[in-house]
């Protein structure tokens, strides 16, 4: 068998290229609660919680309840599923390849059911912050994801948000 070591670089290592082709992945310290702001009028206009429980990813959102002055948690399903799974490469890359994604440049990971996601952005800048999505799916095709932001968590509570409820009006 002939030796290839002749044809192999010196440090196999200065042909490593370091990008983040695959993203930051989705990990504990993301679950949390998240909400979206209104751009124009700079209100909190939904309210999100992802929540990993039982070997398995949950969305959920926060609705009014029935009484006006009470609020709920309702699950944010598909037409028959509720548990969120990792978007293969593929996937992101049908969804993600769009121009209107070029910049900023780039990794996304994503869990999602068939109706609704949950999208991590890894930039390239190192100095730029990790951002995430909601995002939801009609017939198999994405909608504009919707930027979320973390809820700063209380010390004495990791389940309360720190949000004034002034902000929710």
Do not use: C
């Amino acid at each position: 068998m002939p030796s290839h070591s002749s044809s192999m670089p010196s440090s196999v290592s200065n042909n490593v290229i370091n990008f983040p082709s695959f993203g930051k992945a989705i990990t504990l310290d993301d679950q949390g609660v998240y909400y979206a702001i209104n751009t124009r009028t700079q209100a909190i206009h939904s309210i999100f919680q992802l929540v990993y429980q039982h070997d398995d990813w949950y969305l959920y959102q926060l609705e009014s309840a029935e009484n006006e002055d009470e609020t709920r948690w309702s699950l944010l399903i598909g037409s028959t599923d509720y548990v969120l799974h990792s978007m293969t490469s593929a996937q992101i890359r049908q969804h993600f390849s769009k121009p209107e994604y070029a910049e900023p440049r780039g990794a996304w990971q994503v869990i999602k059911n068939s109706k609704f996601g949950f999208g991590k952005f890894t930039p390239v800048q190192a100095d730029e912050p990790v951002r995430y999505a909601m995002l939801a799916f009609v017939d198999g095709e994405m909608l504009t994801p919707i930027l979320i932001h973390k809820a700063e968590e209380s010390a004495e509570s990791e389940q309360a948000p720190t949000l004034d409820a002034a902000e929710f009006a």
